[in-house]
């Protein structure tokens, strides 16, 4: 019996997607911990708040994205960039 072994781009985004998956595991596990005990918050309100926090950082993200399609990733980028040459332009 043989066992076909995954290669290519199909193992690397296997292998990134389990990195992130237990990266934000650890992270969320760890916020808790720290919020409850060293901050000293309650169990609920840092679940709210976690709850809360992660609603936004999808409807974000989904508005952000359809006017990144709208108008450009360019465009979207171009105010760090301007930002950017204002500072250099400034210290000279």
């Known amino acids: 019996m043989t066992t076909d072994v ?3 781009p199909v193992r ?8 992130t998956t237990v990266g934000s595991g650890i992270y969320l596990a760890g916020s808790m911990l720290f ?3 060293v901050v000293g918050l309650s169990v609920s309100g840092v679940s709210t708040g976690l709850a809360i926090a992660t609603l936004a950082g999808i409807l974000s993200g989904l508005s952000l994205g359809a006017v990144a399609d709208h108008v450009g990733p360019e465009d979207c980028t171009s105010p760090p960039k301007v930002s ?6 400034c210290s000279r």
């Open 6 to 8: 995954i290669r290519g």
């Open 12 to 19: 690397f985004l296997t292998t990134a997607s389990f990195v």
């Open 35 to 37: 919020f409850t005990r």
């Open 84 to 89: 950017r040459r204002r500072q250099c332009s």
